[in-house]
């Protein structure tokens, strides 16, 4: 069992009912989530959809209009944000330029009083943990930007919170850095085993870390889920595009048998056969969310395929790994089919306005909605 699905787990973090209004602007609505102990749990959406504002809730720097924040089972609303066990990293990591790396991360331990020996030891272990030992005595402007992003995530942690809030942490790194930061950042969740919560408009920096992705928009939650089953199993089409490249057909069903169904998009095209186990009246309006590389591209006709179309290459994107062919069928609609390159660019079989047949299998899509 996944802590989320098993129904003896007690939840660290409860959101019950939550709605934040500034004036009349609603940022939280009405938003019901548990998050357990131990997960990496991601919240990714768009600018402006909320994020910011559940983790200040969570921090207690703000206050829920309407409903109510557990944390361990214990109402939150009147509990201030320094007798929480809970740290925010912010995106500036807001370390003091003129203490060392070493007394960087101790400030928090000194100000709380703990004993020498102790604070020592937790300094050192911390350093370890994050690989900065031999920085110790530095200054930050002595250590590089991925550098400094550890001092601050050392720093967050030397206090054993139970949650650490991470807003945008990555945010001021190059994109290689930033990849291995997010290795670092899942080794460092799973050894110390503190309850992780990354504010994130990165939907593959969310798929990386995380455990559970909740996409956000507008103040809800549209899904949580792993990140595989965001990705396989999206549950809308917004969800479905805002993660990765997707094609979305937009049609009318038709039944045909108990899970299968036509979906009838376009003039001139054949149906979309598919299988769901959602269920569609006759002439209701869907949607099939269909990733790129779940679709095949070859020159013949194949064999046997549930689902073919014939069209035109007329523009290709080259990734080194992969290729995105976007094809243009009768009538104009657009659709991408991506392909791993195992051979050379050279010795690849499709150039632009090669006349190609996409095929794909009944649950290569998942059928939508809305
Ligand atoms: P970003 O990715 O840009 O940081 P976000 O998803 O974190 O966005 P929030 O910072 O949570 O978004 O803000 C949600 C909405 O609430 C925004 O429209 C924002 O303008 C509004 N908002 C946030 N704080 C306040 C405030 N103190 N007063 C008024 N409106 C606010």
Known sequence: FAPWEDPNETPLIQFKGVTKRFGTFTAIDNLTQDI?????????????????TMMRMLAGFETPTKGQILIAGQDMANVPPNERAVNMMFQSYALFPHLSIWENIAFGL????????????????????????????RKPHQISGGQRQRVALARSLARAPKLLLLDEPLGA?????????????MDIQEKTGTTFVIVTHDQEE?????????????????????????????????VADFIGDVNIIEGTAKKTSEDGYDILWHDGQEPFHAKTTRQLSDGQKAFVAIRPEKIGISPEKPEGAMNAVKG???????????????VELPGGVMIKAQQTNTRRLSRRTFTWEDEVWLSWTLTAGSVLER
């Open 110 to 137: 000194k100000r709380m009083k703990m004993p020498k020996d102790e604070m020592n030891a937790r300094v050192d272990e911390m350093l370890r943990l994050t690989r900065l030992s031999k920085f110790a005595k």
């Open 312 to 326: 035109k290459i007329i523009d290709i994107g080259y990734l080194g790994n992969i290729s995105t062919y976007h």
């Open 36 to 52: 357990y102990a131990r997960e990496f749990f991601a919240l990714l959406g768009p600018s402006g959809c909320g994020k910011t």
């Open 206 to 238: 969310a798929m990386t870390v995380a455990s559970r992705v909740a996409v956000m928009d507008d103040g809800k939650i549209m899904q949580v889920s792993t990140p595989d089953k965001i990705y396989e199993e999206p549950n809308s089409v917004y």
């Open 173 to 185: 790194l190059d994109k290689k850095l930033r990849e291995e930061t997010q290795f670092e950042l």
